[in-house]
């Protein structure tokens, strides 16, 4: 809860300094679990939770297609918070965010079989 107020107010604007620098911090360390996630999908879709399974599962193209995707959406995400944290025009916020949600409509329908 308390991430989401500090993102709400990074986006608004108006936080402390403080604030910023542990909400940067904090998105740092999710870039590189979502870059981590995209690089290697079967692993992260493991990540503590190996020790239910004897065998290694097999997992199907959806299902790493879908961990990719959804590790991109969070890299974009982040790189758009962080951008705008920094950026004062509105009319580039609402850009980026525009292009952020142009990417998710045209990643669902590529996700959608065919």
Do not use: H
Request: charged share 15%; net charge positive; with cysteine.
């Amino acid at each position: 809860m308390e991430l989401c107020l500090l993102l709400l107010t990074n986006i608004i604007g108006g936080p402390s300094l403080g604030d910023r620098i542990l909400l940067t911090f904090m998105l740092i360390l999710l870039y590189a679990v979502s870059i981590w996630s995209y690089l290697y999908p079967r692993e992260s879709m493991l990540f503590l939770q190996r020790w239910r399974y004897k065998e290694e599962p097999e997992f199907t193209d959806t299902a790493i297609r879908l961990t990719k995707f959804s590790s991109m959406l969070v890299m974009i995400l982040i790189t758009i918070i962080l951008i705008s944290s920094f950026v004062g025009n509105p009319f580039i916020k609402l850009l980026l965010f525009l292009g952020f949600f142009a990417y998710i409509i045209i990643g669902v329908f590529r996700l959608l079989p065919k």
